[in-house]
């Protein structure tokens, strides 16, 4: 724990010395979320840094390389009340923010306001129908892909509403938005897809990880060589940044766990850049040689009683939310 506590102290200090070099004239207030935020920073965290502004401009990311240290700059205009209260599923972060600079003091007590409200009987509910709701979509998604002949994309979408309803329980019963508390309910839950053991059976040595993570490393670089101003996901400093979570997961011996992240990193890379095309369509503009090597990350094609598998284990864990 002092350990832990060093690290996000550590990871403070360098925000408030980055935000003293580069100082923004409308910033409102700055915040680290992640690991820092949640004060569980160690060696091989980086630093996602928020940064609210005044004004409409456009959402902006972009990787910082500040001191020897990779600090993911995250910079929108600064939200409502209205706007949280209208959706606060999407706010949710703002309960495991670290505050860095609140310069007229007004985010600080902002946000326990409205951690209060998301915390209140009327702000758990809104939150719980808006999550369902989420889960719902990518369930009928999975449907419409089935009936349109994607089986690949109608398991990713059944597989996503399961996720979806995995985080309501990490949220609403275990009060936490990590990878690592997300991986153990999908370690609780089974795979709950007919695949269960999946990641524990393929990643069994140190190579099989270094393998799929050269896999990803090739992904980004062929994405990032046919698109344009897709620079944050696709910049080379995301490879850094997941090649040290990997190194982490690799001396915890928690290779079933880095596979796991490798696959969620391989997906936030093609909703990224190909979002409104299914999976088989984006994979079909790949190489082939890169198409079938993603494909062994942990992607299957669903069927019909697969999907209603999926839809069936979603609800099961719904239901025994307690908010």
Known sequence: MEQSK??????????????????LASLVCAYAGGSVGRREADAYSDLDLHIFV????????ENRLFRGHVIQLQVQSAPTDEEVYENPWAWRYLKEAKVILDPEDRFTSWMNDMCAYMDSPAGKEKMFAQAKAEVDSFHEEAQAALREGFPYSAYLAAWAGWIGALQMSAVFQGHSLSDAQLYQLVQKAGRSDGMDGFFQE????IQDVQDALMVLAD???????????????????????VKRKVQRLQERNQLDMAGFLLFSEAIWLYQSVDSDEWLENHWADLPAELSLSLQKLGFFQADGPL?????????????????
Do not use: K, M
């Open 307 to 323: 999907l209603a598998h999926l839809r069936h284990a979603s609800a099961e864990i719904i239901a025994e939310i307690d908010c």
């Open 54 to 61: 005044e004004g409409e401009d456009d959402p902006s990311c």
């Open 202 to 205: 393929t990643y069994q040595s």
């Open 219 to 241: 992904y980004r670089a062929h994405l990032r060589s046919i698109n344009e101003g897709i620079e944050f996901v696709l910049a080379t400093e995301n490879d850094w940044l």
């Open 6 to 23: 060093d690290v996000t102290d550590f990871f403070v200090s360098l925000a408030r010395e980055f935000l003293d070099e580069w100082p």
